[in-house]
């Protein structure tokens, strides 16, 4: 399949299942995960009109960005940070990030206030929720969600919007759909502290799972293979 064909084919299963789940048309928006793939992908995408992509490592985002800004210096597109950060990397990020899908503690939280300080800019972030209790996962534990935003929302230049989440591994997306529910009932629960609580968002789906995470109330997936082809990590030992 070509570029246009598998951009095509994810828009339309996304509206597939927004719609079969009984959701608002427009309710779920696709972001392009290009880890590991060259600036020459993004573009390609962005010439389809694609605008958001994924990053999840620090190095490999600036890198990207200002290749694309180089050739593209009139480009609106719109950059996500889907990884966990560093909070010396806080600085590098700031100014830069449409949305931070990875906020996983409340160093970091002070960091990035400190460095939008700097820059007079706010920036939207979503809260990282280890849904799936696995000890190798970065995000809050379920039971300590409400009080981590409460002790975040002192930080007046983050506006926290919503979740995220990354399910475990499963070869069944069946398996993980009670993980999306977990993080759909979590975000229920903190619904008043949130940015703006009548429009929540929750991050949640990858290329094999999305569909279940749409029936479960996604409002943003992030999807990397399905679109770009499979990974090879191999090919530059940093990644
Ligand atoms: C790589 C990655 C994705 C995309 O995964 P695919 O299986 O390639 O669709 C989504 N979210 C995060 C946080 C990732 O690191």
Known sequence: MTRSERLERIQQDITESTKTSGREPGAVSLVAVSKTFAADDVAAFAALGHLDFGENKVQEFLQKKEEIDRRLPENN????????LQRNKAKEIVGKTQLFHALDSVKLASSLNLQLDRI???????????VSGEAS?????PPDLRQFIESISEQPNLRIHGLMTLASPSYNPEDVRGEFALLRQLSESAQDLFFDSTRVHLSM????????AIEEGATIVRVGSSLFGSRDYSANASR
């Open 77 to 84: 597109l719109r950059w996500h940070v889907i990884g966990h």
């Open 120 to 130: 007079a800019e706010s920036m939207d972030c979503l809260v990282q929720v280890n």
């Open 137 to 141: 996962k970065f995000g809050i534990d």
């Open 205 to 212: 789906g990858m290329s094999h799972d999305f569909k279940v």
